[in-house]
T-cell receptor, first 112, second 113 residues
Framework: GEQVEQLPSILRVQERSSASINCTYE??????FPWYKQEPGENPKLIID?????ERKQIQGLIVLLDKKAKRFSLHITDTQPADSAMYFC???????????FGKGTSLTVIP | AQTIHQWPVAEIKAVGSPLSLGCTIK??????LYWYWQATGGTLQQLFY??????VESVVQLNLSASRPKDDQFILSTEKLLLSHSGFYLC????????????FGPGTRLLVL
């Protein structure tokens, strides 16, 4: 199956700075890449996603970049706030969207 | 609007006992449905998916089984729990037309003692 590597596992940033999380995948047929935010005790919430026909997508302070040649995608959170502190998971879905493979997660702490 | 419910919210079970977890989605016909398992502090591991009633595909075998008895219902079960079954069980759904976007239910916390 697909392997999704996610780094860093722990990330601490100062409030109002940027935070970046990187993921790589193996299967070149993967074509959908969602990002989820999970707060303690809660279910994961979809925050942004990107499909393979795009290289960049932005929703407010969230930016996702996709480099299909390098099989790499990344999440950038600009102007971070303490409320952004949470676990973040990247995922990749294969053709047909039946299987989803998640990274191991990044624990983000935004320091006031 | 679509709503997804999972039951029970939490459960404490003994090793060797049976388990049945449920998931229901309302407001969406013929969704794709998925079961995930998440160990405490761990990542999400997809267990099963189903695209239609009566059809379930296994992704990872953890001595669990799944069934889809109705269009809006997905059941996860086992006859004999192991300690390693402890964790957070999440049901998710995606629309069949735009099949990729997944939305997670509230989850069931399971502790096996």
């Amino acid at each position: 199956g697909e392997q999704v590597e996610q780094l860093p596992s722990i990330l601490r940033v100062q409030e109002r700075s940027s935070a970046s999380i990187n993921c790589t995948y193996e299967n070149s047929a993967s074509n959908y890449f969602p990002w989820y935010k999970q707060e303690p005790g809660e279910n994961p919430k979809l925050i942004i996603d990107i499909r393979s026909n795009m290289e960049r997508k932005q929703i407010q302070g969230l930016i996702v970049l996709l480099d299909k040649k390098a099989k790499r995608f990344s999440l950038h959170i600009t102007d971070t706030q303490p409320a952004d502190s949470a676990m973040y998971f990247c995922a990749a879905s294969d053709t047909g969207y039946q299987n989803f493979y998640f990274g191991k997660g990044t624990s983000l702490t935004v320091i006031p | 609007a679509q709503t997804i419910h999972q039951w029970p919210v939490a459960e404490i079970k003994a090793v060797g006992s049976p388990l049945s977890l449920g998931c229901t989605i309302k407001g969406k016909s013929s969704p794709n449905l998925y079961w995930y398992w998440q160990a405490t502090g761990g990542t999400l591991q997809q267990l099963f998916y189903s695209i239609t009633v009566g059809q379930v595909e296994s992704v990872v075998q953890l001595n669990l089984s799944a069934s889809r008895p109705k269009d809006d219902q997905f059941i996860l079960s086992t006859e004999k729990l192991l300690l390693s079954h402890s964790g957070f069980y999440l049901c998710a759904w995606s629309p069949t037309i735009n099949q990729d976007t997944q939305y997670f239910g509230p989850g069931t916390r399971l502790l096996v003692l």
